[in-house]
């Protein structure tokens, strides 16, 4: 059985997300980084059944980290993190390292390592689900910014990504969608699949409601950077992005 999953927005346009395990009714966290808001949704999650066990953490910026220390005071769950980004992150309670399994009751997640955004920058795939919890590095239509790694390293790491079955749920960071579909608008201008995910990006949006998680078809259809068939395209559309407004 697969894994429930809830966006919590936080913030101004970041994801946490809440995790049950339905077997074991064991919670988890993705990138707690304001405190009031996740710990409603881990409350409500609470009153229902089950215990938050884990904080996972993608990658060691303050939008994916803050109110991780305080939710593990309150809670006593155990922070999970990358060993490669020890000292930027809080204390981590687990560090992992690629291909290692974290179990949420009975649901393992494979940790993938996907550099780029940042350097010690992970993800986490429930293959049972499937879903990945990908941090700063896959978004709906777009990717994240290189602020430590080359082009080839999230290039890589996208490809990573990329390769996970179609039906996987992708669960980012951000809600950057809309955003990100303009460019892909502008970058993939004879694409019919992306102007009618644009469209229905926008109705999304009008409602109020997140545009995640998408599944990884959809993205692989829709997403120029993963539609990227080089490393030299994918890093001209990388820079374009970066100078897109
Ligand atoms: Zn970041």
Known sequence: MGLEIRPVPILSDNYAWLLRDPASQALAIVDPAELAPVLAAIEQAEAIGGRLSLILLTHHHADHIDAAEAVRE???AAIVGAGADLGRLPRLDRAVAEGDAVALGDSIAQVIETPGH??????????ATPAVFCGDTLFSLGCGRLLEGSPAEMFESMRRLASLPPETLVCCGHEYTEANARFAVAALSSNPAIAERAAEVAALRRAGKPTVPVRLELEQETNPFLLAPDLSEFTRLRSWKDRFR
Do not use: L, M, V
């Open 74 to 76: 309150r809670t006593g």
């Open 118 to 127: 940042t350097r010690g920058h992970i993800s986490y795939f429930f293959a």
